[in-house]
């Protein structure tokens, strides 16, 4: 008789993999790395959507099962789990509210928050939070909307400052709100906003103008914005901001997202102004996450939905990937890039179809990242790697 518990335990834990890196003359090194297939909950496949590093050793995963027990936020479930041992293995899943539970932030001291749904809520949402590093969520407060009125819809990860005993003294998030009538012809409005209080209240509201643009394909000049993403703050104070970036207007045809890319913004006056936008990945890559290590590069990690480079389609290859900055997020060596998962899709009836999405990373004490991503016909995909120093 096959004993479930030691099976799954040798199914889902860690497993040989290779990570590769771009040796800036067009070929790849290898390197080692870990990798495992997230346990389904029930039937479901799990899609990870968050990961803590918490001051109490552990991480926190949060995730969604689209379980469709209720047609409420798409049927999706918002599921938790907790490893004691650097995620090789994680607890059984604890179904905690519904929706996708996006911008996880760990407010320090066994207080964490998420936001239930995102742009997936039907009307609005609620951050969510937790004082038992992860145990209970009986806190849920309305999310604050945009000084428009409109809902601010965010994916990716915060800001988080703190103080000497690791405690979040203040967050910031960028975000987006939408035209009315909305159509992929366009500008989403990307916006940004900072709490002094977990996120209960929000301030300082702005829509940059910097992370506006404009393209024009085929005679027609279309206005172009940014929307979700990522903040870090750089060792020397700087910060950086990786934003998804609308559409060219060469892809405005398909109505589809997939086409959308990553842009990097950068504010030396502590989010008071914003450089222009730098168009790094310029479509088929986005849900940036951003992290700093402890030698203080930064690592920014997104998910390749499709391979487009030079303006087509380079490969059939999904997953994801990462690029490493050594001077606070000035430059991002494109010759240099991560491909930290990788695997070959094509459906000749849309070529363009999503089967990869949502991403979210963490650094470890050790220097090496844990990745979380959804690998969609096989459900969430846990990677464990370390960025060349």
Request: one cysteine or more; proline letters at 4%; a negative charge.
């Amino acid at each position: 008789m096959i004993d479930k518990a030691k099976d799954n335990l040798e199914i889902f834990s860690w497993t040989e993999h290779r990570v590769f890196v771009g040796d800036g003359k067009g070929g790849y090194l290898s390197l080692p790395a870990e990798y495992q297939f997230l346990p389904r909950f029930g039937d479901a496949k799990v899609v990870p959507f968050g990961l803590a590093k918490m001051d109490n050793g552990e991480i926190l995963l949060l995730g969604a099962a689209k379980t469709d027990r209720t047609t409420f936020q798409n049927g999706e479930e918002t599921v938790a789990a907790i490893s004691g041992d650097g995620g090789a293995t994680w607890s059984d899943y604890q179904a905690i509210g519904y929706g996708r539970p996006v911008m996880l932030t760990d407010l320090g001291g066994g207080t964490l928050s998420y936001n239930d749904g995102g742009l997936m809520a039907e009307s609005g949402s609620s951050l969510c939070f937790s004082h038992d590093y992860g145990r209970t969520w009986s806190e849920r407060v309305p999310l604050a909307k945009a000084p428009d009125g409109k809902d601010f819809c965010s994916e990716g990860n915060p800001l988080v400052d703190r103080d000497a005993q690791g405690r979040a003294t203040r967050i910031g998030w960028t975000g987006q709100t939408f035209p009315d009538n909305f159509s992929f012809d366009k500008a989403i409005c990307g916006c940004v906003r900072w709490s002094n209080d977990g996120g209960r209240t929000w301030e300082n509201h702005s829509w940059p103008d910097a992370w506006k643009w404009q393209d024009t394909y085929e005679g027609v000049t279309y206005e172009r914005g940014c929307g979700e993403g990522a903040m870090v703050r750089a060792a020397n104070g700087w910060i950086i901001a990786a934003i998804r970036t609308d559409m060219l207007g060469k892809y405005i045809k398909y109505h589809y997202d997939n086409f959308e890319g990553t842009g990097i913004s950068i504010s030396k006056d502590d989010g008071a102004t914003w450089s222009p936008v730098e168009h790094l990945l310029e479509a088929g890559r986005m849900h940036a996450n951003l992290l700093r290590l402890p030698n203080n590069d930064l690592v920014m990690t997104v998910i390749r939905r499709l391979d487009i480079r030079g303006g087509k389609l380079a490969s059939y290859r999904r997953g994801c990937d990462a690029l490493v900055s050594h001077d606070h997020g000035q430059t991002w060596n494109l010759d240099r890039m991560y491909i930290l998962d990788d695997w070959s899709y094509n459906n000749p009836a849309q070529w363009y179809e999503c089967v990869s999405g949502h991403l979210y990373s963490t650094s470890l004490d050790d220097g090496s990242v844990l990745t979380a991503y959804g690998h969609y016909p096989n459900g969430g995909v846990l990677i464990k790697w370390r960025p060349k120093t």
